[in-house]
């Protein structure tokens, strides 16, 4: 199956600064990819989508200027945290698709821990 | 509203059969997939409905009816690797994936 690269694994950063989260297909062009977030023993939460070239979409409740998302090709997405506080502390998770009526491909995601 | 109801957490014993139910009520629909996810990792995608019917790929098969809004995920010859949640996802009419809260799947030997 195709391939989705997320970088880094794992961060800890303190508090204030910023984090950025880097998704790549590696070997397919990903028109579309999506943003999670899932804290434990919950599901997956959709933050925003995003196609490439245009603006992300996001999911009422999720601040766009808090978490800013980049789409600039179609093998590049990035997420980047804000301002981190604690409370952003979970794993993060980006998927990619070639379009509609495909399944998902989703990267290996990212454990942040803002202290 | 929408919503996908699957089981919080299922036992079974390792060499036997479990099966995994979801029933979902959404704005329309476009396939339902199956993804395992084992702790800390991302989910891996496992199956794919969009017709009636039973997939099967496998130790692993899915079941659809969408006139029940039900499917079902059935692992059979269990191994302790089984060990993870299991996520029910439906593609709406906007065909964004809507996800249930999974079913975490333990094994015993």
């Known amino acids: 199956g195709a391939v989705v690269s997320q970088h880094p694994s794992w961060v800890i950063c303190k508090s204030g600064t910023s984090v950025k989260i880097e998704c790549r297909s590696l070997?397919?062009?990903?028109?579309?990819m999506f943003w999670y977030r899932q804290f434990p023993k919950q599901s997956l939460m959709l933050m925003a989508t995003?196609?490439?070239?245009?603006?992300?979409?996001?999911e009422q409740g999720v601040e766009k200027d808090k978490f800013l998302i980049n789409h600039a090709s179609l093998t590049l997405s990035t997420l980047t945290v804000t301002s981190a506080h604690p409370e952003d502390s979970s794993f993060y998770i980006c998927?990619?698709?070639?379009?509609?009526?495909?399944?998902?491909?989703f990267g290996q995601g990212t454990r942040l821990t803002v202290v | 509203g929408q919503n996908i109801d699957q089981p919080t957490e299922m036992t079974a014993t390792e060499g036997a059969i479990v099966q995994i139910n979801c029933t979902y009520q959404?704005?329309?629909?476009?396939?339902l997939f199956w993804y395992q996810q084992h702790a800390g990792e991302a989910p891996t995608f496992l199956s794919y409905?969009?017709l009636d019917g039973l997939e099967e790929k496998g130790r692993f098969s899915s079941f659809l009816s969408r006139s029940k809004g039900y499917s079902y995920l059935l692992l059979k010859e269990l191994q302790m690797k089984d060990s993870a949640s299991y996520l029910c996802?439906?593609?709406?009419?906007?065909?964004?994936?809507?996800w249930g809260a999974g079913t975490k799947l333990i094994i015993k030997p």
């Open positions: 409905n969009v």
């Open positions: 998927s990619a698709s070639t379009g509609v009526h495909t399944e998902a491909f």
């Open positions: 996802a439906v593609m709406d009419s906007n065909y964004q994936l809507i």
């Open positions: 070997d397919f062009q990903a028109t579309t």
């Open positions: 995003s196609n490439e070239g245009s603006k992300a979409t996001y």
């Open positions: 959404t704005s329309g629909f476009n396939g």
